[in-house]
């Protein structure tokens, strides 16, 4: 060939396809020049993967990766991120994101969202790594719920734990939240409730009593990575409920409530 050239190709439908993909090139002040070359694998039509090899010119050579999966009851996605002998910081140092959403047990659906990192210096030297909103506090929460709707309303039961990784670190220590460990709550609703009390007309309806019950119980306390001086936290149960007995005719509608 009169130009050597490296050989390209492309699927013309809108199906995917195995290969190598566009290079990332970021600069900054901690990592140097990073140069990465993601490959996407299509291993199924409900699951791919993408795994990044990266060259950091000041802390060495890593890789990045991301699995995603689209199953009948449920999806998510998992990413490793890896950067063995870090050069400068003097160890390892990795990242896990865990994101799943799906259903069991018939109709319960669950939630789980879960970020992990190395160290607590993480964030500062990975921060494009770091996917949550606030970098020094990352949130494992696991959500599972049940919303039955029955002829009279509906019955909510939900159950969570959540769970936090405090980045401390000794330049600026701060006050961690306190976790979930667990809450577990009910709450119950019968039909046509809200919309009475959001003005809906009455009339035409058959009396009756309606309202709404709501229980749930807390146990609050704190991550090992907690500043001693913060109080242990504690447990906490509430009850909320109404009941309301709207009336009403052709001109005029009223519905004593007591709560």
């Known amino acids: 060939p009169i130009l050597a050239a490296p050989s390209l190709s492309f699927p013309l439908s809108s199906a995917r396809k195995s290969g190598w993909l566009p290079p990332n090139i970021f600069l900054d002040n901690r990592g140097g020049l990073e140069t990465g070359v993601p490959y996407y694998w299509n291993i199924a039509p409900q699951r791919d993967a993408t795994f990044t090899p990266f060259v ?34 003097g160890r390892s140092r990795w990242s896990l994101k865990f994101n799943n959403d799906g259903q069991v047990f018939g109709d319960w659906k669950y939630r789980l969202r879960s970020e992990r990192v190395s160290d607590d210096d993480y964030w500062k030297d990975m921060s494009r790594r770091v996917e949550s909103q606030t970098p020094r506090l990352l949130a494992n ?31 600026a220590p701060f006050d961690s939240p306190y976790q979930r460990s667990p809450q577990v709550g009910v709450r119950v609703t019968t039909a046509a409730d ?66």
């Open 194 to 259: 809200e919309a009475v009390l959001d003005s809906f007309r009455p009339w035409g309806r058959k009396a009756r009593l309606e309202g709404s019950l709501e229980l749930e119980y807390n146990r609050f306390d704190l991550p090992g990575s907690a500043l001693p001086a913060q109080a242990r936290g504690g447990q906490r149960l509430h009850a909320l409920g109404h009941v309301a007995a709207p009336l009403g005719g052709e001109a005029w509608w009223f519905i004593p409530r007591a709560s």
């Open 141 to 171: 929460d696991f959500t599972l719920n049940r919303q039955r709707e029955l002829s009279w309303g509906v019955i909510d039961t939900y159950a969570r734990v959540q769970r936090w990784q405090t980045l401390q670190g000794t330049d």
């Open 56 to 89: 950091m010119t000041k802390r060495g050579v890593g890789l990045d990766s991301e699995f995603r999966y689209l199953e009948g009851s449920h999806n998510g996605r998992i990413n490793v991120d890896l950067l063995p002998g870090d050069r400068v910081f």
